[in-house]
């Protein structure tokens, strides 16, 4: 038969390069290289207005990058597929494996389905370094704790597969498709708050090159104790890129790896490659156990008493708490779509340490804000931070936001940026103005209460109620 055809429908691989279904798919005589918005099957987990920007700027870039002809649809993915496929004669059907739950479920009732039609359907891995289904404990039980999952079942498994080259992908389709389009996805909000993402980002592949070369040569040397300083670019920021596919692991992974003959990276390329490792881990977490974004990791976690104030979440979520380096992550979150991960630590902890209140608020709120919000990463992280996920953090070890603003922002640099009202505080009151003497704050020009909120909790009280509050719970379940 002459002039086969293919699909290969874009993800989160949103990529030429090493894009192992797109290579596939390109050995054929006409590729339709397609794209679908599907808010129908995702439900509750539809992408939040943050990631809706990325989208729609990534899908942009890679619309170029196929010279115009990505095919960009909305709706259910089984009948736009079919469709396509009836109308074009499609004898080929590949995409790179996502691993939410919702989207495995999908996937497979898609495959199954033309299987049934004779059409051959293949899934590749372009998104993970290592298989959820091929790391498990002697025992064959899933690993539950990092270290041993990374360092016995990961890094004793095979290497990651090395990166391909951009595909050719010359034999685009040359006949008139009709789709949707870009703007019919409706990505981007009606209100401009998204204006300050735009002096952040490059959303898109050449973006996601640029700001790993840019690491690579600036950041990684120092990066294992340069990472926990937010106002220093020490940090990768490749984690949309990557959630959207436009750089893979794989490609992350070896050329982080070519820097390995650099004097004194050991230790920095180690911990970075190990955070490629816990992205990993949180993947595997959603896989074998998919109900991670909504229920306790630990099921201890169940009888917690959390707290409902809306008033407490709503003036974190604005970054009004009185306490300056919380403050400050929340408005980095809401002006840039990101937060430095030594914030998220701190805020995350705040939020349900000192307000007690439940970790799926504090989930839910990154979903929609952040331009890297992954529902693997989100979950396991917010979990690890309110001690109720896998490894996490001990119930009693409660991040404290003045002594973290003195560590790992001493000079108040990045405070300072995003709580712009406290610019004259002295560095040794700036992460409790409260504490500072009135004739140091009014010549600050700062009235607490009215140019910057008074502390919502006392630091020592919320402490003291949030350790009796997991005292508590420890004890009924040994009941």
Not at 32 to 54: C, H, K, Q, V
Not at 63 to 68: P, Q
Not at 180 to 205: A, R, V
Request: with cysteine; proline share 6%; glycine share 6%.
């Amino acid at each position: 038969m002459q002039n086969k055809k293919s699909i290969h429908w874009f993800r989160q691989d949103l990529r030429i390069k090493d894009n192992p279904s797109l290579d596939s798919a390109s050995q054929f005589d006409s590729l339709l290289p397609i794209y679908i918005l599907d808010d129908t099957n995702s439900e509750e987990f539809s992408m939040g207005a943050a990631s809706r920007w990325w989208l729609y700027h990534s899908l942009r870039t890679l619309n170029e990058s196929l010279d115009g002809k990505l095919l960009i649809y909305k709706g259910d993915p089984s009948k736009v597929l079919e469709q396509l496929a009836e109308e074009h004669e499609i004898s080929y059907i590949s995409w790179n494996r996502c691993y939410e739950p919702w989207r495995i479920k999908r996937d497979k009732e898609i495959k199954q389905d033309f299987e049934n039609k004779e059409i051959k359907v293949e899934s590749f891995g372009g998104s993970l370094l290592w298989e959820p289904w091929n790391i498990a404990k002697d025992d064959g039980t899933p690993y539950r704790v990092f270290t041993p999952y990374y360092k016995k079942g990961c890094l004793n498994s095979d290497e990651p597969r090395l990166p391909i080259d951009i595909s050719d992908i010359k034999n685009l389709y040359s006949e008139q498709i009709q789709s949707d389009g870009l703007d019919s996805l409706s990505l981007l909000p009606d209100i401009d708050w998204y204006k300050g993402f735009e002096k952040e980002w490059n959303p898109g592949e050449q973006g996601a090159d640029e700001s790993l070369e840019k690491f690579l040569d600036k950041g990684l040397l120092n990066y294992k104790e340069g990472r926990n300083f937010p106002s220093q670019e020490f940090v990768s920021r490749l984690s949309p890129h990557l959630h959207f596919g436009e750089i893979s692991p794989n490609e992350v992974w070896y050329r982080a790896k070519t820097k390995e003959t650099i004097t004194g990276i050991e230790k920095s390329l180690a911990h970075f490659h190990s955070e490629l490792g816990w992205r990993e881990f949180s993947y595997y977490l959603l896989y074998h156990f998919p109900d991670l974004p909504k229920v306790n990791f630990q099921k201890k976690f169940d009888t917690f008493p959390w707290q409902k104030n809306e008033e407490f979440l709503r003036l974190w979520q604005r970054g009004e708490t009185g306490y300056p380096i919380v403050d400050a992550g929340m408005r980095e979150l809401w002006q840039t779509g990101y937060m430095h991960n030594r914030l998220r630590m701190v805020v995350g902890s705040f939020l349900v340490k000192n307000l007690l209140i439940d970790w799926r608020e504090g989930e839910r709120w990154f979903w929609d804000c952040l331009v890297d919000a992954d529902l693997a990463s989100n979950s396991a992280s917010w979990q690890w931070v309110a001690g109720s996920g896998a490894d996490a953090a001990p119930y009693f070890r409660i991040f404290n936001p003045i002594t973290q603003g003195l560590k790992f922002d001493p000079e108040g640099e990045y405070t300072k940026k995003y709580v712009p009202e406290l610019s004259n505080i002295p560095n040794k009151y700036l992460f409790s103005p409260w504490e500072a003497p009135k004739e140091v704050l009014d010549s600050a020009g700062v009235e607490l209460g009215k140019d910057y909120p008074e502390p919502i909790v006392d630091l020592k009280i919320s402490r003291e109620i949030a350790l009796e509050a997991f005292a508590t719970t420890k004890k009924k379940n040994n009941e």
